[in-house]
Antibody, heavy 120, light 109 residues
């Protein structure tokens, strides 16, 4: 059974940093691209970032470019999101998700999410 | 960037058929995926590549895509289908490639 377990969320002041982790199991991790999707309280889904299988290509939504960094460790079957210079508008549940590839990639497995609250 | 528009809400009685639309310019040229999100839970993929169902998703869930509208159809709606539903496409020519729809809340009366 595929499992994605996020950790690292919490409360942080504006301008602060957090590092989210996602532990993957139940599948061959380095066969898949991975991503982060967030959801502000009461709002819709928003893609944040994704990374390919061997970490040589990553993408970010414009609002986090230069502040967030996605990475992965295939040996540890883990995905990470380093979040710096956090803003109030980054408050959200952050989901780790596995990418299914093809002509139109999407997300076929999701973690349970971790809540990031940015507040003074 | 590419925009996907969904109706905010759909309400219907049990046993009826729910049709949730996802509008986008020439969406028929893209493959659409659909996610179900129940309150307090993570999203679950229910339809991918317009019409395919992942293992474990009931046959009551089906999808179609034509013109400027993709549609998720839920036949014989049950109380357990009450959730938010999101469409999603891959926007090839964008550095913001994973595009989600605005979401539709399905309420079973």
């Amino acid at each position: 059974e595929v499992q994605l377990v996020e950790s690292g969320g919490g409360v942080v002041r504006p301008g602060g940093s957090l590092r989210l982790s996602c532990a993957a199991s139940g599948f061959t991790f380095d066969d898949y691209a991975m991503g982060w999707v967030r959801q502000a309280p009461g709002k819709g889904l928003e893609w944040v970032s994704s990374i390919n299988r061997n970490s040589d290509n990553a993408g970010y939504v414009d609002s986090v470019k230069g502040r967030f960094t996605i990475s992965r460790d295939n040996a540890k079957t883990s995905l990470y999101l380093q979040m710096d210079s956090l803003r109030d508008e980054d408050t959200a549940f952050y989901y780790c998700a596995r990418v299914f590839s093809g002509s139109s990639p999407g997300f076929d497995w999701w973690g349970q999410g971790t809540l990031v609250t940015v507040s003074s | 960037s590419y925009v996907l528009t969904q109706p905010p809400s759909v309400s219907l009685a049990p046993g009826k058929t729910a049709r949730i639309t996802c509008g986008g310019i020439n969406i028929r040229t893209k493959s659409v995926h659909w996610y179900q999100q129940k309150p307090g839970q993570a999203p679950v993929l229910v339809i991918y590549f317009d019409t395919d169902r992942p293992s474990g998703i009931p046959e009551r869930f089906s999808g179609s895509n034509s013109g400027n509208t993709a549609t998720l159809t839920i036949s014989r709606v049950e109380a357990g289908d009450e959730a938010d539903y999101y469409c999603q496409v891959w926007d090839t020519n964008s550095d913001h490639p994973y595009v989600f729809g605005t979401g539709t809340k399905v309420t079973v009366l």
